[in-house]
């Protein structure tokens, strides 16, 4: 096995044991035979604080996904995420080191949960679980006490910078304001679509990795529903994206469409937050041209000079930019960062090679990782996208 391999190793599991832990995850958030569910979503803190949220929700039956299920099949799976029962008024407790915290429910379902520590954290561990207890909710049904375990992650003192990405056609490819289209174009209802960021993953786990032999935290940013958070948590797991919390919003839902937040206002305060919460720690940026982020992470970068060690900005109008381009990257030059306008992973890779946020011996394995994701597409995403020479 050649070095660079044994390098991202370093930030994997053995196949047998990566897929164990995907089933047994997937069977804990699909609660099946649970009529009302816990459902912690990947937190963050500090070595002094942890910050938590999640939701408490009536089972809507999600079925776990396979290789080979129907159009339809995935298409009612998203219908029951989106058509959730949320519990309001339910009463929660966190227990971590022996404490007991407790929290209530808002009107949709939704906990915030703030732990100071008694004692700071010890530098080594990453990863932390802090477990749920459900204790009762309006209209309580005896014998129901959930218990479920949340997890957040905590940058250790010596990582060498935190990753903040845009999902939506960065990671892959999304439209979240069309029910069909966004079930066709990101998921459809499974975890083997295809990413349109070809070699994405092998980016990511590069980035992680950094070049410091540490672990570098990655935030997740995305207009998508809370809803969909199963989805794209196990989604990451099967393609083997880097797992970190995830910032996503609580639409409003009308008959026919969803009602968003600002698109710009989510993102700014998401990564604002962060940039506070790690006052020491610098950050790169990935997003793509298509939803403003260029302006965002500007206005970013403007806010927080020193900051942002880099912004890539994935090209999404085959070059329809470049002028502009060139004039972010000359004020974020001004402001001490760099902002690229990248047309593949490779060319952002080169980049963070260069620049001392990868290692060398990565980059063949992003370039193979690439080449893979831009194979045929599978039987139904042809069908999906209406490729009549998939029936033939």
């Not at 940058?155 to 289209?181: K, R």
């Not at 998401?270 to 720690?281: F, N, S, V, W």
Request: hydrophobic share 40%; with cysteine; glycine share 6%.
């Amino acid at each position: 096995m050649t070095h660079w391999k044994d390098i991202l190793m370093h930030l994997a599991d053995n196949v047998e044991e990566h897929f164990d832990t995907l089933t047994h995850g997937l069977n804990k958030r699909l609660r099946r035979g649970q009529p009302i569910c816990i459902v912690p979503y990947i937190g963050f803190g500090t070595r002094d604080t942890f910050y938590l949220k999640g939701r408490v929700l009536k089972d809507s039956g999600v079925t776990s996904a396979e290789d080979n299920d129907s159009i339809w099949e995935n298409l009612l799976n998203m219908y029951r995420r989106i058509n959730t029962a949320e519990i309001a008024g339910a009463r929660l407790r966190a227990n971590f080191g022996g404490q007991d915290y407790e929290v209530t429910t808002d009107n949709e379902g939704y906990y915030h949960l703030e732990i100071p520590l008694a004692e700071p954290l010890p530098p080594g561990p990453v990863w932390y679980d802090i477990d749920f207890e459900l204790l009762d909710y309006p209209n309580w049904e005896a014998g129901q006490h959930p218990i479920e375990t949340a997890r957040a992650v905590v940058p250790p003192v010596n990582a060498q910078f935190g990753v903040i990405s845009d999902i939506d056609d960065t990671v892959l490819q999304t439209d979240v304001l069309h029910v069909l289209n966004m079930a066709r174009n990101v998921f459809l209802g499974n975890s083997h679509t295809r990413l349109p960021f070809e070699g994405v993953a092998a980016f990511y786990r590069a980035l992680q990795l950094g070049t410091q032999s540490s672990f570098n935290p990655i935030f997740y940013l995305s207009s998508s529903a809370w809803n969909l958070y199963d989805l794209l948590v196990d989604f990451f797991e099967v393609r083997e994206i880097p797992t970190g919390p995830l910032m996503l919003v609580d639409y409003g839902i009308t008959s026919d469409q969803f009602i968003t937040p600002g698109h710009h206002a989510h993102k700014s305060m998401h990564i604002q937050t962060l940039l506070d919460r790690y006052p020491d720690l610098p950050f790169i940026l990935i997003g793509d041209s298509g939803q403003k982020d260029p302006e965002i992470y500007l206005e970013i970068i403007r806010q927080n000079p020193g900051r942002i060690l880099t912004a890539y900005i994935r090209d999404v109008r085959a070059g329809e930019i470049r002028i502009e381009a060139a004039a972010w990257a000359d004020e974020a030059q001004a402001a001490g960062s760099d902002m690229l306008l990248v047309e593949d992973t490779e060319a952002a890779a080169q980049h963070a090679a260069e620049h001392g946020y990868i290692l060398w011996e990565t980059k063949p394995m992003i370039a193979e990782e690439r080449e893979a994701d831009k194979e045929a597409p599978t039987l139904i995403e042809q069908l999906v996208k209406g490729d009549d020479s998939a029936s033939e």
